[in-house]
């Protein structure tokens, strides 16, 4: 590891502090020979004071799981029942084991009550549940005292049935009775892999599960779920592959990800420009001429290549641009800026990763960009510092007559 990487897990450090996520963990998973690194990325995340409440399933919930949520519907039998009763204590205990053994103090909780699921399209489920209850200020406490709650995905009702839960309605449900910051999905299947993309806003959640017919059943529903929860409490929810090392930690403290992320919609939208935006376009961007950091231009030039321009929209209002100029595998980010009246909120940012996602669209290798004064902001977002070699040959020309001794920035897919 670089220590530019430490860097740039620090600057995460302070948004996590002291929140709560849900961990739901496949069986698969904590059976697997990468259940030693997750412990460890458990105890890192403690030791930088996240709390988290931990939800699992048994070794083979999820083809259960596919029966409950096909459309046929299979109801669980007692024998199913049995086999899982069975099987979440032995997951439990090597969930109990492994984390007492890095120092961290568990505890499995009953939290959850459960009721059945009753006659689904005339087929009576006797033995699956779904979730009545959960006892947040029960878990609250056992996290205010250090102790991290384990919750199976098995639940009693208020007679003392046993049923089963659809574990990841529970972690859900979990989330939202505890207002979480994250709820975290490790899988132990591919599902993910079907994805093209790795971030949704809840409307790009809800269209891609709808409209994606390759997306598997269970990802489709977790998609819906993820954006219901994140419309309603929950910042964000992440898909990860918990048989890849590193998943937790890289998924948190990198701007890339290694997931599937839901995030709630964004204030505002990013559109692409047309001919009726090049006024505001060129008002913004004859506002950094005259601070010099960008040579001048004309509208004529903006409407010339005005269909390579992005605009950030805020209530019909727009605050900020950027452009990306692409020949072959090679791109330029340019003209990235925000107004004066709203910069230090993020727009920024927002505006390059859009640029990045276009970027990657059009299977860019390597996006530039060249700046005088924002030397800060793209080693803040990670891109490396560029020789005038790395430019195109035209760009470099261009750049070497210009005088202005801009520094480069690269970014490499």
Not at 37 to 47: E, K
Not at 274 to 287: A, L, N, T
Request: net charge negative; proline share 2%; hydrophobic share 40%.
């Amino acid at each position: 590891m670089e220590f530019g990487d430490l860097r740039g897990i620090l600057h995460y450090v302070p948004q996590f502090r002291n929140k709560l996520f849900v961990i739901k963990m496949d069986g698969a998973v904590v059976h697997s020979d990468n259940m030693s690194n997750i412990v460890l990325d458990l105890a890192v995340l403690n030791s930088l004071n996240v709390n988290y409440i931990i939800v699992h399933d048994t070794l083979k919930y999820e083809q259960t799981d596919q029966k409950a949520l096909g459309d046929k519907k299979i109801p669980i039998t007692n024998e199913e029942l049995d086999y899982h009763l069975n099987e979440s204590s032995k997951v439990t205990n090597i969930l109990m084991r492994e984390l007492t053994a890095v120092g961290l103090k568990v505890a499995t909780a009953n939290s959850v009550i459960a009721r059945s699921r009753g006659v689904i399209n005339g087929v009576d489920h006797p033995n699956d549940g779904k979730v009545e209850k959960v006892d947040n200020i029960g878990l609250l406490d056992l996290i205010d005292n250090g102790i991290i709650p384990i919750l199976p995905s098995i639940a009693f009702d208020k007679k003392g049935k046993n049923y089963l839960l659809n574990s990841d309605d529970l972690a859900f449900s979990v989330g939202l009775s505890t207002s979480c910051s994250k709820i975290i999905f490790l899988t132990g299947s591919d599902i993910i892999n079907s994805v093209k993309g790795n971030e949704f806003t809840v409307s790009e959640a809800n269209n891609f599960a709808q409209e994606q017919v390759v997306v598997s059943t269970r990802l489709s529903k977790i998609l819906i779920d993820s954006a219901k929860v994140c419309s309603e409490a929950v910042d964000r929810v992440h898909i990860l592959n918990g048989l890849k090392d590193y998943a937790i930690l890289a998924e948190l403290f990198s701007n890339e990800g290694v997931g599937i992320m839901i995030h709630r919609d964004p204030y505002g939208m990013i559109r692409s420009a047309d001919i009726s935006d090049v006024s505001e376009v060129f008002s913004i961007i004859q506002s950094a001429i005259i601070d010099d950091e960008l040579l001048p231009r004309s509208s004529i030039d903006i409407v010339s290549k005005i269909k390579d321009f992005y605009v950030l929209e805020i209530d019909e209002n727009i605050v900020g641009t950027v452009a990306i100029h692409s020949t072959e595998d090679v791109a330029e980010m340019a003209c990235l800026f925000v107004k004066k009246s709203h910069k230090g909120v993020g727009y920024g940012c927002r505006l390059v990763k859009h640029v990045l996602g276009v970027a990657k669209e059009r299977e860019v290798k390597k996006i530039y960009a060249l700046s005088t004064q924002a030397s800060g902001f793209f080693e803040s977002l990670g891109w490396n510092e560029g020789m005038i070699n790395d430019l195109p040959k035209a760009r470099r020309q261009e750049l070497l007559s210009s005088g202005r001794n801009s520094k480069i920035f690269c970014k490499y897919f």
